[in-house]
């Protein structure tokens, strides 16, 4: 069945409906390939803080956190390699922070970072165990500045029911000629595993949709970079089987023997860059023939003088 709108990233006119899942329809658009799931029942709640805060996923990854240099991936470095190579950065918002790890990391690389998210026991434990209090909050008055060099908000856009909204009341906070890095994941993944699905993830981004939106409020895309990690495929798709499907979870089911897998996670953390190195070249190579797993970064720079106004996101 079609259904006719403007697509929120392209605004072609046309919307394909192709599934019903759970309680939610699913969208597509035949143009730029964004993806997006709509709650059925009109006014249904969908994202916030405590769908998250008492996620038992959520409430576990804090438990194996201790090191936050276990918490840093691939779309964290690629990003870090630009910061690194643009002098007119030195202060960075991160968006989503969780338990403020990457801001952590930035710090102690030298940037005046901060951050912000809404999940306030992960902020907490952020304060707590990485010793940044009045450096990471879960409310934007605490913030000591009020524009940033550049904003960074990592995997964070997928889960959210109004993109439009979103970029438009961040982009407030960065200065003009200031960069935005987003990360996410890549709609064209390899293996698409349960937690890119409602309740957990509503969107899905092509390298074109996420050009497209960016564009909308006055992004000049400045780099663009698709991941592709055996580690992480090979990671995710066994996890599942560890997994019980009858104790719901955002990602996909209740660990069934969560000390097992807490140590598993931890040695997995640890050994990230042994596994990246070991897997690089063929990494490259399917890189090189179109495979995608599991992020996509985007660096691009606001063009905007005057602030974006909020747009509506509808399907």
Not at 5 to 18: A, H, R, V
Not at 189 to 197: I, V
Not at 206 to 225: C, H, N, Q, R
């Amino acid at each position: 069945m079609s259904i006719y709108g403007n697509c929120p990233c392209c605004d072609k006119l046309i919307i394909l409906t192709i599934e019903v899942v759970k309680d939610y329809n699913y969208f597509k658009c035949s143009n730029c390939c964004y993806e997006y799931y709509s709650p059925i029942l009109s006014g249904k709640l969908v994202v916030n803080s405590k769908l998250y805060r008492e996620d038992s996923d959520y409430i576990n990854d804090l438990v194996i956190s201790g090191d936050y240099n276990d918490l840093i991936q691939w779309n964290h470095l690629r990003s870090v390699r630009f910061l690194k190579n643009n002098k007119n950065i030195n202060t960075v918002l991160d968006i989503g922070t969780y338990n403020g790890f990457f801001v952590k990391y930035l710090r102690d690389i030298g940037f005046e970072a901060y951050g912000y998210d809404f999940n306030e026991d992960a902020i907490r434990y952020g304060i707590r165990n990485y010793d940044l209090y009045g450096i990471i909050t879960s409310r934007l008055s605490d913030l000591k500045i009020e524009k940033f060099d550049c904003i960074t908000t990592f995997e964070v856009i997928e889960h959210l029911e109004n993109p439009h909204k979103f970029i438009s009341q961040w982009s407030n906070l960065l200065k003009h000629g200031g960069y935005l890095i987003l990360s996410c994941p890549n709609n064209k993944m390899l293996w698409r595993p349960p937690l890119d699905y409602p309740p957990h993830h509503l969107s899905r981004y092509s390298p074109t949709s996420l050009s497209a939106l960016l564009g909308k409020f006055g992004y000049e895309i400045v780099m663009f970079d698709e991941q592709m990690s055996l580690f992480d495929l090979i990671r995710n798709f066994a996890g599942v089987y560890f997994r019980d499907k009858n104790i719901p979870t955002l990602k996909g089911g209740q660990f069934k023997e969560f000390k097992i897998i807490n140590y598993l996670k931890i040695m997995l953390n640890k050994s990230r860059l042994f596994f990246c190195v070991l897997f690089f070249p063929f990494d490259k190579l399917l890189h090189y023939l179109g495979f995608r797993y599991i992020s996509q970064v985007i660096i691009a720079k606001n063009m905007q003088k005057i602030p974006p106004a909020i747009l509506n996101h509808k399907v």
